[in-house]
C-alpha cells in the first residue's frame, strides 16, 4: 500500500502513514492528467519545430538569404 510521509516542523517528527482510498485515487488521476499534459506539450513543440522548418524554407524560396531569415526568426 502506498504511503506518504507526515513531518511535524516543530519537533522534527517523522510519520509514515498509508494513503487512504481518496487519496490513491487522486495520485492515480494526476498521474493520469500530467501524462496527458506532458504528450499534449510534446505534441505543441513538435507542431512548432515543424512549422518553424516550414517557415525557414519558404524564406530561404523567396531568396532570403541564411543570416536575414534567423534575423526573421529571431
Do not use: F, H, W
Amino acid at each position: 500500500m502506498p504511503t506518504k510521509l507526515i513531518i511535524n516542523c516543530e519537533t522534527g517528527e517523522q510519520t509514515e502513514v498509508e494513503l487512504t482510498a481518496d487519496e490513491i485515487a487522486q495520485r492515480e488521476a494526476d498521474a493520469i492528467a500530467y501524462e496527458k499534459q506532458r504528450l499534449a506539450d510534446e505534441e505543441l513543440a513538435a507542431e512548432k519545430a515543424t512549422n518553424r522548418q516550414s517557415a525557414i524554407a519558404k524564406l530561404s524560396g523567396l531568396g532570403l538569404s541564411a543570416d536575414e531569415v534567423a534575423a526573421l526568426l529571431n
